[in-house]
Structure formats: structure tokens, C-alpha cells
T-cell receptor, first 113, second 111 residues
Framework: GAVVSQHPSWVICKSGTSVKIECRSL??????MFWYRQFPKQSLMLMATSNEGSKATYEQGVEKDKFLINHASLTLSTLTVTSAHPEDSSFYIC?????????FGPGTRLTVT | SQQGEEDPQALSIQEGENATMNCSYKTSINNLLWYRQNSGRGLVHLIL?????REKHSGRLRVTLDTSKKSSSLLITASRAADTASYFC???????????FGTGTQLKVEL
């Protein structure tokens, strides 16, 4: 089946620094990718829809200047958490839309100290 | 919020028993999907049921959909310890591709 990878799988950073998370579709091209955030024992909340070659569409309440999304190619989308704070600590999951369904990455655990 | 509700929030059963999880949603849908998530991992797609379908089977999984009640259920038969995970339903709206996830059910299957 289709595979989506994320890198890194986990990252620890200090407050005020920026962190970039990559999401790649390994064996298919994805014009649309999605970024989700998940707090412990909670559901996935959609943050933004990433469209190749155009600006991302952010969900209500998500700060676009804080969570920068770049979908530079048909197989790569990146999420940069800028000036990270402890409240940004979370599990970030991307998904890529294939022909029939969405395929999810394994997630990235971000811890901001 | 468009997020659906799932119940129970947590379910603990013995290996070999059946597990039933329910999902309710709020708006019209095109498809409803069920996913499994092991702790700290990504989502695994289990089964998709279209709005015109009422029941679907896949191995030990049985999914039902009642669009009049805006609800779905996932039945796992003859559960195994390896089925221990969180289970989420997600809905896709007509003409759209954004998935809205339910609140999830944490299933624990004990030996």
C-alpha cells in the first residue's frame, strides 16, 4: 500500500526555537496533504490543508504565522513550528491524499522545553 | 466543532470477546472511515463505508452505517490482545476531502 513518511519521528527543542517536520509520500504523488495535531488521549484536529504550489488553507484558530506550511513538490510538505513554546508540545501527524484514500504518516512527537 | 462523538470512550474486554464501538456525526457525509491507532503511532485505515452502504465486513471487522441516525458502529469479533489500540471514526463530506475525526474509543483487550 501507499506509504507516507515523517521526519523526524520525535524532536525535543527549547522554547523560542523553530522546528521543521517533513512529510513525504514515498510511492505516489499527492497534490493535497493535511496536517493534524493530537494531544494525549485525544482525537486528531485538522490544522491545515497543504496544496502543492499554492498557499496552505488553515483551519479556524490555527495561526498561519506560527505554523508555516510549504508544499514545494508533489511528494513533500513541511510544517515549521516557529518560536515554539511548551504549549506547542504535541503529536503532529500528516496525511497525503492518494487516488482512493488518505494515507497517514507515523507522526512526529514534539516536546518543547 | 464538527467533530463526532464516539462511545464508549474506553472499553476493556477479555480476549475472545467481541468489542463494539459507536460513532455519531453531525453533518451529511460521503464516506465514513474507521482507523486504528496504536499508542504513539500513526493511523491505520481499517475500513471505509460509503453513505449508500449499510453494512460492510472485513475479516473480523463489521461496520454498520445508519445515515438517518447519523451513526456508525464498529464490531471487532473474537478480539485479541493485539487489537488493543484507540479506534477513531472519520467522516468525509460530500464533494470534500477533509476528514473530521471522532473523539475515539480506547480499547484494551486483556489476556
Amino acid at each position: 500500500g501507499a506509504v507516507v513518511s515523517q521526519h523526524p519521528s520525535w524532536v525535543i527543542c527549547k522554547s523560542g526555537t523553530s522546528v521543521k517536520i517533513e512529510c513525504r509520500s514515498l510511492d505516489f504523488q499527492a497534490t493535497t496533504m493535511f496536517w493534524y495535531r493530537q494531544f494525549p488521549k485525544q482525537s486528531l484536529m485538522l490544522m491545515a490543508t497543504s496544496n502543492e504550489g499554492s498557499k496552505a488553507t488553515y483551519e479556524q484558530g490555527v495561526e498561519k504565522d506560527k505554523f508555516l506550511i510549504n508544499h514545494a513538490s508533489l511528494t513533500l510538505s513541511t510544517l515549521t513550528v516557529t518560536s515554539a513554546h511548551p504549549e506547542d508540545s504535541s503529536f503532529y501527524i500528516c496525511s497525503a491524499r492518494g487516488y482512493y484514500e488518505q494515507y497517514f504518516g507515523p507522526g512526529t512527537r514534539l516536546t518543547v522545553t | 466543532s464538527q467533530q463526532g462523538e464516539e462511545d464508549p470512550q474506553a472499553l476493556s474486554i477479555q480476549e475472545g470477546e467481541n468489542a463494539t464501538m459507536n460513532c455519531s456525526y453531525k453533518t451529511s457525509i460521503n464516506n465514513l472511515l474507521w482507523y486504528r491507532q496504536n499508542s504513539g503511532r500513526g493511523l491505520v485505515h481499517l475500513i471505509l463505508i460509503r453513505s449508500k452502504e449499510r453494512e460492510k465486513h472485513s475479516g473480523r471487522l463489521r461496520v454498520t452505517l445508519d445515515t438517518s441516525k447519523k451513526s456508525s458502529s464498529l464490531l471487532i469479533t473474537a478480539s485479541r490482545a493485539a487489537d488493543t489500540a484507540s479506534y477513531f471514526c472519520a467522516t468525509a463530506p460530500p464533494g470534500g476531502n477533509k476528514l473530521t475525526f471522532g473523539t475515539g474509543t480506547q480499547l484494551k483487550v486483556e489476556l
